[in-house]
């Protein structure tokens, strides 16, 4: 079986895909954004330089997740970051196991793909579902908008029916997990 390397063009659809779920994922450890997003940097540089290949596109996932993780409990107990952040060593070693990663891993790849998905749905559904998704009630959407409230309900009830078909596996994978 051959080993599979990414092209350049790869590399920089990689990196806009997960650079911020990445970030994101760190901030879990590091309750720092500005050190997630060096940590993300390092582990995609890592990733070009060394030139790594892999058994197959699927398996870059989880070595980006892992990578990230790794980076991130070396940054916990570096002495500048454990000097300005103290962790107990029960809370490192919550932060070091399998099932916390494993959680954070899950909720931050349905996050990602619910986000695509909403990305994916028409201009004025998209519209409706973000200013919903972000506490608006559909009169306030109504007005926020100068659409009636009826013409929300409609594209509401399109976009839940669009992703619906969209985000069957997420739904799924949280349920199996949680």
């Given at each position: 079986m051959g080993s599979y390397q990414i092209s350049i063009k790869e590399y920089k659809v990689l990196f806009d895909t997960y650079y911020s779920p990445l970030c994101n994922f760190a901030n879990k450890y590091l309750s720092d954004?500005?050190?997630c997003k060096d940590v993300v940097q390092e582990v995609?540089?890592?990733?070009w330089n060394t030139e790594l290949s892999f058994k197959n596109e699927n398996s870059l996932k989880p070595y980006l997740y892992k990578s990230v993780k790794n980076k991130?409990?070396?940054v916990l107990k570096s002495k500048a970051y454990s000097s300005k952040r103290p962790l107990s060593d029960t809370e490192l070693k919550v932060l070091e196991s399998d099932s916390y990663f494993t959680r954070e891993v899950i909720l931050e790849e349905s996050?990602?793909?619910?986000?695509?998905?909403v990305n994916s749905l028409p201009f004025k559904c998209?519209?409706?579902?973000?200013?919903?998704?972000?506490?608006?009630?559909?009169?306030?959407?109504?007005?926020?908008l100068s659409i009636s409230i009826n013409t929300v309900k409609a594209q509401k009830r399109i976009a839940y029916g669009k992703l619906r078909v969209l985000l069957k596996g997420v739904s799924l994978l949280l349920i199996l997990f949680f």
């Open positions: 954004y500005d050190a995609f540089i890592k990733l991130a409990l070396d996050s990602r793909r619910i986000q695509v998905a998209k519209q409706i579902i973000d200013l919903s998704i972000n506490g608006y009630k559909n009169d306030e959407i109504s007005k926020e």
